[in-house]
């Protein structure tokens, strides 16, 4: 069965500190995804990744950096958290080739509050 | 999550009877559409998606419309049930094979009415 988990389901941290949002999965996927999910705003792409250590930007990286070191673990960074980036994170992850290839499996999500 | 499906258009639905979620999207070159649900609390999961040289799909109770012409998808729930109060997404394809990601729609919520 196809996972994908987050390290945290609740994080509440503080204005100006460091963020480590982790994900991982088991699937052998080659792309893996971040998004992060507003009330009213629907799920914006933040950041993404085709292959190890390679990164795109999404829609809306300000404020965000990314780390993929091992295929199956994407990590996010918020480098100094303001509160405008309370939210919910959801990462996801997808085959790169292939018939499924569009399909993206997510993760249940972290919800943090920066204070 | 539990705040998701605040300030969105909400569909409410007595159960039994069939739903139909729209949406619009942007782009006509878009070729490939999905349907996502979230559940309160958990992630979206797959639910079906539709090929832009198709115009009907059908799962299990479940039916994805594509109308290229006016740029619109939409996803029919037969005989609904509580576990499809949800908030559901369509999404479209956006970037070249292989590099590609998804775009994705604000989203509607459906309320099922026992």
């Known amino acids: 069965d196809v996972k994908v988990t987050q390290s945290s389901r609740y994080l509440v941290k503080r204005t100006g500190e460091k963020v480590f949002l982790e994900c991982v999965q088991d699937m052998d996927h080659e792309n893996m995804f971040w998004y992060r999910q507003d009330p009213g705003l629907g799920l914006r792409l933040i950041y993404f990744?085709?292959?190890?250590?390679?990164?795109e930007k999404g829609d809306i990286p300000e404020g965000y950096s990314v780390s993929r070191e091992k295929k199956e673990r994407f990590s996010l960074i918020l480098e100094s958290a303001s509160t405008n980036q309370t939210s919910m994170y959801l990462c996801a992850s997808s085959r790169r080739w292939g018939p499924s290839s569009y399909e993206q499996y997510f993760g249940p999500g972290t919800r943090l509050t920066v204070t | 999550g539990e705040s998701v499906g605040l300030h969105l258009p909400t569909l409410s639905v007595q159960e039994g009877d069939n739903s139909i979620i729209n949406c619009a999207y942007s782009n006509s070159a878009s070729d490939y559409f999905i349907w996502y649900k979230q559940e309160s609390g958990k992630g979206p999961q797959f639910i079906i998606d539709?090929?832009?040289?198709?115009d009907k799909r059908q799962g299990q109770r479940v039916t994805v419309l594509l109308n290229k012409t006016v740029k619109h998808l939409s996803l029919q729930i037969a005989a609904t049930q509580p576990g499809d109060s949800a908030v559901y997404f369509c999404a479209e394809i956006r970037g070249r094979y292989g590099n590609n990601r998804l775009a994705f729609g604000k989203g509607n919520q459906v309320v099922v009415i026992p």
């Open positions: 990744s085709y292959d190890v250590k390679m990164k």
């Open positions: 539709i090929r832009s040289n198709m």
